[in-house]
């Protein structure tokens, strides 16, 4: 009664464990951190404004009181000037690409960040997905070692092997105990990082039956970093250009003045003598801020094209790989049966059938190893080719 009890409940859990893309797309809709993230266009946009925007008119008032020869008079007067500066004709455009460029930044800058968070997230599922399945693998060799035991037990009960042998298995036994201790502890703290990542309210179980998949792009790779390095290449190129203004403001006036037997309109402009600052070292070093954003992308492109060559060699010989040790983990399973039954009836050494036993466990862990690394490459593989940037 009691087993059957414990197999429908273990089913129950796995049915409301929820699965990895469900769980990534909560993450993207309820993640603080992503929140926060988008905030970044909002402050480009007002930046952008900054950049645009004219500046504020001053005012300036002046009382008068008037003498002559020494003596005060009652006559007053007064003055009043407003002065506007005006940007010259071409500067708006400039600023304007800049303020779009601005803009652009922002929109690159979470696209990236979003990009890395499902990055960074399904390299977090992926450690939690390889502990679980390892400590499957470990459940099961404590099963196999447990029939060892029980088989050496009765051996040595009815005589026909020496108490050194029956110690053997269960010490195996409990290494593997304790190697089944650890890779929990591993795993619970793999699994409260992820959760932790997601920026979740609430705890869930998780399920890790999740497998990923290339995403080819049909068009030219769209990566997400070299997208914000040229977004940030195009904000020094509008910000030399508009360096290369040495004059961007003058001032119009237009003044009154009231006095005791005349009122006096001026109108007048201010304009700068570019004769110290000229603003040669700040064009410069947007100009050189420019060419290293350049450099940059064209590093980063360089290195992309064949990180992506490499992972798609990788993943093809992981493939391969992968076969031949599932093939490999069949012959050594089917091994160990043939040794287990020769064992019940006296005709295997116990050494015989703890090797072949570690060996199959071996093949199964590297299988594990196996699939982890070919789906890490491909989350590799979708994050430069742009899959993660919707």
């Known amino acids: ?31 603080p951190y992503l929140q926060a993230n988008k905030m970044a266009l909002t402050q480009a946009q007002q930046e952008s404004t900054i950049t645009t925007r004219y500046k504020n008119p001053s005012l300036g008032l002046e009382a008068s ?3 002559q020869d ?5 006559q007053s007067g007064f003055r009043v000037e407003v002065t506007q500066p005006l940007r ?36 977090r599922y992926l450690l939690y997905k390889r502990l679980t399945n390892l400590q499957t693998l470990t459940q099961e060799e404590y099963k196999i070692s447990q029939k060892i035991v029980a088989i050496s037990k009765a051996r040595f009960e009815s005589g026909t092997i020496a108490k050194v042998k029956y110690l053997q298995a269960k010490l195996d036994l409990k290494r593997i105990s304790n190697n089944m201790q650890n890779i929990e502890l591993l795993q619970t703290d793999a699994y409260y990082n992820l959760l932790a990542f997601a920026g979740l309210k609430t705890q869930r179980e998780i399920q890790t039956q999740y497998s990923f998949s290339l995403h080819k792009p049909q068009e030219k790779p769209n990566s997400p970093e070299l997208a914000y390095l040229d977004s940030q290449a195009k904000i020094a190129k509008a910000n030399a250009q508009l360096n290369a203004n040495k004059l961007e403001w003058i001032d119009l006036r237009a003044e009154f003045e009231n006095e ?16 110290f600052n000229t603003k040669t070292q700040e064009k410069k070093i947007a100009q050189l801020q420019a060419q290293t954003k350049e450099l940059l992308y064209e590093q980063k492109e360089r290195a992309n094209s064949f990180t992506l060559k490499k992972i798609l060699r990788l993943v093809n010989k992981l493939d391969a790989l ?8 069949e012959i050594q399973h089917e091994l160990l049966m043939m040794y287990e039954d020769g064992y019940k009836i006296a005709n295997i050494n116990l050494i015989e059938l703890q090797l072949i036993k570690n060996q199959m466990i071996s093949t ?15 989350v590799q593989y979708n994050y430069i080719t742009g899959a993660y940037n919707e």
């Open 322 to 329: 992968e076969q031949s040790t599932k093939e490999l983990y």
């Open 260 to 275: 005791p037997d005349q009122d006096i309109i001026r109108v007048g402009v201010s304009v700068p003598l570019v004769v």
């Open 70 to 74: 020494g003596v005060s008079s009652t």
């Open 88 to 123: 010259l004709w071409g500067i708006g455009n400039t600023r304007e690409e800049l303020a779009n460029a601005q803009i652009l930044n922002a929109q690159q800058s979470i696209t990236l960040n979003k990009a890395a968070f499902i990055r960074d997230l399904s390299y």
């Open 65 to 67: 009181q008037f003498s």
């Open 1 to 31: 009664m009691k087993k059957l009890w414990i197999i429908p409940l273990f089913v129950t859990l796995s049915l409301s464990a929820q699965d990895f893309e469900s769980f990534k797309e909560e993450a993207l809709l309820k993640s």
């Open 364 to 378: 199964k862990e590297k299988l594990i190893e196996l699939q982890i690394q070919k789906e890490r490459n491909i």
